[in-house]
């Protein structure tokens, strides 16, 4: 077969052979994790599940107590995540006494954090230093995922102890195209070893026909991230990026400051109010009271 022939591939073909790159790392993370954990148990064997949760929020404000069939959100993600077999303490960390005392009324552990943390990750770094045990992994679970799936957690555990290259781990899912364009929705780009290259509000890849390729496999970035707990520590030091600051995400000065991070697998997130109607409607198909 000539060389140039490869110009004819279709692009149902590309598709096929970038999901195959994608789930032959996801493959290969888990048997390199059954071969790395079988020779040393306690790697990365300690892991905390920390739920960031503020009050105020420009697009949100009180999202963490919208009631959802009943019951506050917060409550529905500490709830789904108590589900996960990796962790081994959850925690939620806030700086609103409303949201604390909300936790402590249904039974979760609270630890206060300052106002002036930038984000989720360095909340659960200062919650970190707050707790008693030391813990080897930190689960960053965003608040508003009151359907996560407590596999994704494990997912993401698994694929950060399989890879002691790596010093963080997240998830994605398919990128609907309805949501190709919109800045709420991060997209990501992996390379053929399932470790993430780029993350973007704009579309990516984004080629020159500037419209969307219904039979690309775009990725969609899910809020939920596990660390390791030194690297952790760490992260708060670590300048503000150019392209963190242009693009306004934080795992981008994890990438830009050459940390490599693991990428695994699928939640549903509530960033605006519109969302909550359409967990509900989930929740009613999938019978979770």
């Known amino acids: 077969m000539s060389m140039c022939s490869s110009s004819s591939v279709s692009l149902s073909t ?11 790392a996801a493959i290969a993370a888990a048997i390199g994790a059954g071969a790395y954990l079988g020779r040393y148990r306690k790697f990365r064997s300690r892991v905390v599940g920390i739920i960031p949760a503020r009050y105020a929020s420009s697009r949100f404000e009180g999202k963490p107590l919208v009631n959802i069939l009943g019951k506050p959100m917060i409550q529905r993600t500490w709830e789904r995540a108590k589900l996960a077999s ?3 303490h959850i925690v939620v960390a806030t ?14 552990d609270v630890v206060m954090t300052s106002e002036s943390c930038q984000n989720g990750t360095e909340r659960c770094n200062e919650a970190l230093q707050k707790l008693d045990k030391k813990y080897d992994v930190v689960v960053n679970i965003q608040g508003d995922e009151p359907l996560i799936e407590p596999e994704i957690i494990d997912g993401i555990v698994k694929a950060l102890q399989a890879a002691p290259d790596a010093v963080f781990s997240t998830a994605v899912t398919a990128l609907k195209p309805e949501d190709a364009f919109d800045p709420n929705r991060v997209k990501c780009v992996v390379d053929n070893r399932g470790y993430a290259i780029y993350f973007s509000r704009g ?3 984004y080629n020159k026909t500037g ?11 899910l809020g939920i ?11 708060p030091e670590l300048q503000p990026t150019p392209l963190q600051l242009e693009e306004d995400l934080e795992q981008l000065k994890v990438l830009e ?7 695994d697998h699928e ?17 009613r198909e999938r019978s979770i009271s």
């Open 86 to 88: 990796t962790l081994d």
């Open 257 to 263: 400051n050459g940390y490599k991070m693991k990428v």
């Open 267 to 283: 939640a549903h997130g509530v960033d605006i109010p519109e969302d909550v109607e359409k967990i509900e409607t989930l929740m």
């Open 211 to 221: 419209k969307v390729n219904p039979q690309f496999p775009y990725m969609l970035h």
């Open 225 to 235: 991230q596990s660390y390791d707990s030194k690297f952790l520590k760490i992260y």
């Open 14 to 24: 590309k598709s096929w052979i970038v999901h195959s790159i994608v789930a032959g």
């Open 95 to 108: 700086d609103d006494e409303k949201i604390a005392e909300c936790c402590r009324g249904f039974g979760a």
């Open 203 to 205: 579309l990516i890849p």
